[in-house]
């Protein structure tokens, strides 16, 4: 276990950008913070890390958003908005799970029973304003 503090947007970022680093295809990432916590200001940095130019935005309307410019494509969900099990369970997750990319979840901790035991969880506090901390568990 391994906490971060992070004092503006641009640090989060950074620590999703080393992040990167870390990933290989297959690897997935779960999410858990109130609203406001960094989840997709990481998720940005994350996805820079991977050498993709793409514009990253919270995909709580979509659900899910795909970038795949960079090293491995990026499958970044958002479980926000999802009302039961059998909405989750149409989203075929093990195709992307067990896919040739990097998956990230935001709001996991809403359906855990649908994240693999190897998910790496990422958890995120507000600590002030500014200030965030964010736990590689
Ligand atoms: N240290 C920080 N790290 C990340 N974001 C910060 C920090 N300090 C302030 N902020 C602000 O907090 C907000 C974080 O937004 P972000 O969309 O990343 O949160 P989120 O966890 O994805 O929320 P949601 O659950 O709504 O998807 C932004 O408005 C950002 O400017
Ligand atoms: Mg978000």
């Given at each position: 276990m391994a906490t971060f503090i992070s004092n503006n947007p641009a640090e989060t970022e950074a620590i999703g950008q080393r992040f990167a680093k870390d990933v290989n295809a297959g690897s997935i990432l779960a999410l858990k913070g109130e609203l406001g916590s960094g989840k997709t200001q990481l998720v940005k940095g994350l996805v820079a890390g991977l050498g993709s130019g793409a514009a990253v935005t919270s995909p709580t309307f979509t659900?899910?958003?795909?970038?795949?410019?960079?090293?491995?494509p990026v499958y970044h969900f958002d479980f926000f908005r999802l009302e039961d099990r059998q909405s989750v369970a149409r989203l075929g997750l093990d195709d992307y799970f067990f896919g040739d990319g990097v998956s990230v979840i935001e709001w996991a901790d809403r359906f855990p029973e649908f994240i693999p035991g190897q998910a790496r969880w990422i958890l995120f506090e507000i600590k002030s304003e500014n200030t965030r901390a964010i736990t590689l568990k």
């Open positions: 659900i899910l958003h795909e970038y795949s410019s960079g090293r491995f």
